[in-house]
């Protein structure tokens, strides 16, 4: 079969399984098999697969048949024009969280320090090393420390690092910083953490793409703020007078958050919107000590 008849094929499966833009799915899954961006792939309607091509895209198609996200089947997924390996031991980087890495920058630059070689970022809960990444490239004056729990995301979040060409500017290290360190006192310029914010309850009622994320990387707990939580008792100790702090929320919690930012002493709380228009960001300063 030529190309156009796979592409009908898959899309039909897809349509009968509920995967959400069946078209859209066999287009990136055989753009992926061929070698090619997905607008030629498609102009591509005669061309025909090879034994090997048909067998790996069929088997990528029953995959996504199951809703298993298209970047865990390719392996990879897009972030700032990056190309970010991913695996089932990390979450799958998001547009959101590309816009929390933009403004992370714009928050960087604005501060004033004599010598911006001597910057250094915290993020918390590196997962692929998505924003770490991308941060040591827009600021190669910083240095970036990223924490995981995770051996295994921390490996990936490393391979990332050396495929990007900044692996000599970020120290990966297996821990959560939530613990009490004089070491780490007053050190970092931003803390920054994407951390796991969705409501226990709330997980079953996710779409079968997500919940075949980590969990570890999901739940926050019952109300969805373990984790913001701990960041927020530990990022003033951790953080430099002048210093931010910058999470990703989930939307219902702009009002709470706001509460615990301030009753830990921290000034010029913001929650800001994302591109969709819903609070996704938290941000936040330490102007005391």
């Known amino acids: 079969?030529?190309?156009?008849?796979?592409?009908?094929?898959?899309?039909?499966?897809?349509?009968?399984?509920?995967?959400?833009?069946?078209?859209?799915?066999?287009?990136?899954?055989?753009?992926?098999?061929?070698?090619?961006?997905r607008g030629e792939a498609v102009f591509q309607a005669t061309r025909q697969l090879t034994q090997k091509q048909a067998y790996n895209f069929w088997d990528w198609v029953k995959e996504r048949s199951r809703r298993v996200p298209l970047?865990?089947?390719?392996?990879?997924?897009?972030?700032?024009?990056?190309?970010?390996?991913?695996?089932?031991?990390?979450?799958?980087?998001?547009?959101?969280?590309?816009?929390?890495?933009?403004?992370?920058?714009?928050?960087v630059k604005s501060l004033q320090v004599p010598a911006p070689q001597h910057i250094k970022i915290l993020e918390i809960g590196t997962g692929t090393g998505c924003i770490a990444i991308v941060l040591a490239q827009l600021l190669p004056q910083a240095t970036v420390f990223a924490t995981d729990v995770s051996d295994k995301a921390l490996r990936l979040a490393e391979k990332n690092a050396v495929a990007l060409q900044v692996h000599s500017r970020i120290r990966f290290v297996r821990e959560d910083l939530f613990s009490d360190?004089?070491?780490?006192?007053?050190?970092?310029?931003?803390?920054?953490?994407?951390?796991?914010?969705i409501p226990t309850g709330d997980l079953d009622?996710?779409?079968?793409?997500?919940?075949?994320?980590?969990?570890?990387?999901l739940d926050g707990g019952k109300d969805g703020l373990d984790a913001i939580r701990a960041i927020v008792a530990a990022?003033?100790?951790?953080?430099?007078?002048?210093?931010?702090?910058?999470l990703e929320i989930e939307?219902?919690?702009?009002?709470?958050?706001m509460k615990l930012l301030r009753a830990a002493g921290f000034?010029?709380?913001?929650?800001?919107k994302d591109a969709s228009g819903h609070d996704r960001f938290a941000f936040s300063r330490k102007m005391v000590d």
């Open 1 to 37: 079969m030529n190309s156009a008849a796979w592409l009908a094929k898959a899309e039909s499966l897809l349509k009968e399984r509920g995967v959400p833009e069946p078209g859209a799915s066999a287009e990136f899954l055989l753009a992926e098999v061929l070698g090619v961006g």
């Open 71 to 107: 970047a865990y089947i390719i392996g990879s997924q897009p972030f700032l024009g990056l190309k970010i390996l991913v695996s089932r031991d990390c979450l799958i980087p998001r547009p959101e969280t590309e816009e929390l890495a933009l403004e992370c920058e714009r928050l």
């Open 181 to 197: 360190k004089p070491a780490l006192h007053g050190w970092a310029d931003l803390l920054v953490s994407n951390p796991p914010y």
């Open 205 to 217: 009622t996710l779409e079968p793409e997500v919940l075949c994320e980590p969990r570890l990387a």
């Open 235 to 246: 990022a003033p100790k951790m953080l430099k007078v002048g210093g931010f702090l910058a």
């Open 251 to 257: 939307h219902r919690q702009g009002p709470a958050i």
């Open 267 to 272: 000034s010029g709380v913001l929650v800001k």
